[in-house]
């Protein structure tokens, strides 16, 4: 087993949010509102480009790193830097609106939410043409994906109201929805950011 594996089941993507006991019931009520500025500031980086998936940020930068391993295999390191700086961006915005932090999303900091990514040596670590059917490959994960993104949606809902009642997000919604944006941000890592050739788990936990 190398170091990579000895760490973690899949070391090069991993996200943690902790959760709040408290939550702020006036934000969270017009939390959609709120939002709406950081949301702008994210279409705006993305280039009016967007994904159908709700678990992709937009805005990555795919065709040129796909290109560049396989015809190079490099991947520049400041392309890596922009994936990643979009990725946790996108994840503090996507908390924020699903109630899961009420920071407002930061342009830089990473506050809260925890996002590591591994850059890797692609000449030793990336095949040349794994980036070609990587998208192909992830299809039973998209596909998992887009009904727990659906099931998602409405614990939020729930948790809205939850909040609004009680003052705090319930820790089992909560412990889902990060399970779900952590599965989410593996398959990204394998199928779009393409920083590893390791195969996701299907699973919620690290």
């Known amino acids: 087993m190398n170091e990579k594996n000895a760490l973690s089941s899949f070391p090069y993507a991993k996200l943690s949010i902790p959760h709040s006991p408290t939550s702020n019931r006036m934000t969270a009520f017009f939390r959609i509102f709120y939002a709406i500025p950081v949301m702008v500031i994210l279409v705006l980086l993305s280039g009016f480009h967007s994904k159908d998936a709700c678990w992709v940020a937009p805005g990555i930068l795919v065709l040129p790193t796909l290109l560049s391993i396989l015809f190079r295999k490099r991947y520049p390191r400041w392309w890596f830097d922009w994936n990643v700086a979009l990725t946790k961006f996108s994840m503090r915005v996507m908390a924020f609106l699903l109630l899961l932090r009420d ?3 930061a342009l830089s ?3 809260a939410i925890n996002v590591e990514l591994l850059y890797p040596d692609a000449s030793k670590e990336l095949s ?3 980036p070609l059917v990587k998208w192909f490959l992830a299809i039973p994960h998209l596909l998992i994906l887009a009904f727990l993104c659906i099931a998602v949606i ?3 809902i729930i948790a809205w109201f939850a909040i609004l009642f009680t003052g705090r997000y319930p820790a089992k919604i909560h412990e889902f ?24 788990p ?3 936990t690290e």
């Open 202 to 204: 299907f699973k919620l």
């Open 154 to 156: 409405l614990l939020s």
């Open 177 to 200: 929805v990060v399970g779900v944006a952590r599965w989410g941000l593996r398959v990204n890592a394998y199928a779009f950011l393409l920083i590893t050739d390791e195969y996701p």
């Open 128 to 130: 040349r043409g794994m």
């Open 103 to 105: 920071e407002y999303p």
């Open 109 to 111: 900091e990473e506050q």
